[in-house]
């Protein structure tokens, strides 16, 4: 379900920002300062309003401040220009403003005293959510391939908004059970990945086999040939 939303979402989100995006470049805006600037819209819409019990206006700017993490993939790319340090540094933004997103969450259902158990869903989404993306980036780094799962960042966004749109409605219901939702959904991502980590890796090892005798342990390598281990995949969309 997630994934099926997130399509149409994705391309409506694609159509709209490239327009803006060629006008930041135009104007001399890097993409780095969107990252940074986007941040800063989540921080203010998670923790000045969403853990105020001000859903509306903090899903909103929340929402709002989100897709910038589509907005510098997407001026970068037409910058012709993705460093590495762009990627480390939208990664480390994505998990702050996850942290904030849950933790606000987690504080304004805590004092509500939800019956549903809202904040405990929050804290699992929270953790789970740091661990869905440390188990893709982990396995590129290792030369794996973990790029799937039913709930990416994207989804986990969708969900909660709609969440928080329900609980601005008055339906008390609506937020604890999107987290809870997500919070399955995490799970399945988490053993989604670390399977097909584990696929990829014995699909590398079935390719090395059929290669011809091992290496002899201290042999030099080959000029030209790539080193073991190979160099280090920059992490996507998490």
């Not at 188990?135 to 391939?145: I, M, T």
């Not at 399945?188 to 990945?193: D, E, P, S, Y």
């Amino acid at each position: 379900m997630a994934k099926i939303v997130s399509v149409p979402a994705r391309a409506l989100v694609a159509y709209v920002l490239h327009p803006a995006a060629r006008f930041l470049l135009r104007i001399g805006v890097t993409p780095n300062a969107v990252t940074v600037a986007g941040t800063v819209g989540v921080l203010i819409g998670a923790l000045g309003f969403g853990a105020r019990g001000e859903l509306l206006w903090g899903t909103i700017i929340v929402t709002a401040s989100a897709l910038t993490d589509a907005l510098d993939g997407t001026m970068a790319r037409m910058r012709g220009q993705s460093g590495k340090f762009g990627a480390l540094l939208d990664s480390s933004m994505d998990r702050i403003a996850d942290a904030a997103v849950f933790g606000a969450v987690a504080y304004y259902l805590a004092g509500l005293g939800n019956p549903y158990q809202g904040e405990v869903a929050a804290l699992i989404c929270l953790a789970l959510g740091q661990v869905v993306s440390y188990v893709k980036a982990r396995a590129q780094s290792l030369g794996l391939n973990a790029d799937v799962g039913i709930a990416e960042r994207l989804e986990r966004l969708l969900i909660v908004g709609v969440g928080g749109l329900l609980g601005a409605a008055g339906l008390e219901w609506g937020l604890p059970a999107a987290l809870w939702v997500l919070a399955a959904l995490s799970v399945i991502t988490v053993l989604q990945r670390l399977i097909a980590a584990a696929k990829s890796d014995k699909a590398d090892l079935s390719d090395g086999a059929g290669l011809g005798a091992a290496p002899v342990p201290g042999a030099a390598t080959a000029p030209g040939a790539a080193a073991p281990g190979g160099q280090a995949v920059a992490d996507g969309p998490a």
